[in-house]
């Protein structure tokens, strides 16, 4: 892995996750904590951005790997796995693969919100 791509990730996250903070605390502040709104919004947003981002850089626009690097994996990587998650469904569909389309979806929501729950109520048991 050559420095400079790292050095580029890590830009771009610093940039995307101070972003995602932002956004998510200020909505919190505007509209309440009751339903994670920031969050949604983040994730909406993101897709967003990686949507235009992915297309203009198909068509329009080669950035160096670096660019590529600091905008997809840095700033939309932190900004919001979601936007991630996104693409490589649009990009099974795209290719005809709704089957496997189908079950990343339903694997990875039920798998990561099982995990996570696995993860605080092991803990739980643990410190309790």
Avoid: K
Wanted: one cysteine or more.
């Amino acid at each position: 892995m050559q420095p400079s791509l790292l050095i580029a990730v890590a830009a771009g996250g610093a940039v995307g996750a101070v972003g995602r903070y932002l956004v998510v605390s200020g909505v919190g502040h505007w509209i309440g904590h009751g339903f994670p709104w920031g969050t949604l919004i983040v994730n909406v947003l993101g897709s967003i951005a990686m949507g235009v981002l992915v297309e203009v850089m198909a068509v329009v626009w080669s950035p160096s790997a670096e660019v590529r690097a600091l905008l997809v994996v840095g700033v939309l990587g932190a900004f919001t796995t979601f936007s991630t998650f996104s693409l490589d469904v649009v990009v099974l569909i795209d290719r005809g693969e709704l089957l496997p389309a189908l079950a990343y979806i339903l694997a990875s929501v039920v798998v990561c919100v099982a995990g996570l729950y696995a993860g605080m109520h092991g803990m739980r048991a643990i410190l309790a």
